[in-house]
């Protein structure tokens, strides 16, 4: 079956560690997301990539970093310099275009103490 | 700069009942997009319905329909015969020419709860 996968489900890291959180998705969509959604709030864009090795910065990239060196997989980077960085994560994709919807996988929620 | 508001931070609805879940946006495109998700408890977002600005129509999906006012800047969602597994947080979100289509702008969500 076709679909975004997020792994893993529930992740705790001590303050101060580095953390990469996975995304793979099989629907040979061109363009990936993350988000991040803080409760009782909306998402936010974090990063995006519309091709391999090209990505841009959403509207709070600050202490996260990510790659594209595959058209399936867009890895996320929750750095040490991220000051809040406890949050439910959620990656997408949908193909290049306006009115293509993007799909959701099923999120992360990064625990940090 | 693009915004969606969504003014309802919670619905009820009885079982078999239809809701209407408010949506405005702000943007000075012309071309753009409206989307509406559903998150359940599990969190994964669910694509529900979409329409372009130049549709002329209103967009429908199921039970799921799209009250599309352009003048007036609103979006909203309409739920015909609801049903308990309607049961979630509903986000209204927009894509425009302006941020190149890329980037989907979210409202801060309505949760509704559907009663027996």
């Known amino acids: 079956d076709g679909g975004i996968t997020q792994s893993p489900k529930y992740l705790f890291r001590k303050e101060g560690q580095n953390v990469t959180l996975s995304c793979e998705q099989n629907?040979?969509?061109?363009?990936m997301y993350w988000y991040r959604q803080d409760p009782g709030q909306g998402l936010r864009l974090i990063y995006y990539?519309?091709?391999?090795?090209?990505?841009q910065k959403g509207d709070i990239a600050e202490g996260y970093s990510v790659s594209r060196e595959k058209k399936e997989s867009f890895p996320l980077t929750v750095t040490s310099a991220q000051k809040n960085p406890t949050a439910f994560y959620l990656c997408?994709?949908?193909?290049?275009?306006?009115?293509?919807?993007?799909?959701f996988g099923p999120g992360t929620r990064l625990t940090v103490t | 700069a693009q915004k969606i508001t969504q003014t309802q931070p919670g619905m009820f609805v009885q079982e078999k009942e239809a809701v209407t879940l408010d949506c405005t946006y702000d943007?000075?495109?012309?071309?753009?997009?409206l989307f509406w998700y559903k998150q359940p408890s599990s969190g994964e977002m669910i694509f529900l319905i979409y329409?372009?600005?130049?549709?002329?129509q209103n967009a429908t999906e199921g039970r799921y329909s799209l009250n599309f006012q352009k003048a007036r800047k609103s979006a909203n969602l309409v739920i015909s015969a609801s049903q308990l597994g309607d049961s979630a947080m509903y986000f209204c979100?927009?894509?425009?020419?302006?941020?190149?289509?890329?980037?989907?702008?979210f409202g801060t969500g309505t949760r509704l709860l559907v009663s027996p």
């Open positions: 997408a994709s949908s193909k290049a275009g306006a009115s293509y919807e993007q799909y």
């Open positions: 629907l040979n969509h061109d363009a």
């Open positions: 990539s519309q091709i391999v090795n090209d990505f």
């Open positions: 943007t000075s495109d012309q071309s753009y997009g």
């Open positions: 329409q372009g600005s130049y549709d002329e």
């Open positions: 979100a927009m894509r425009s020419k302006n941020t190149g289509f890329q980037k989907l702008v």
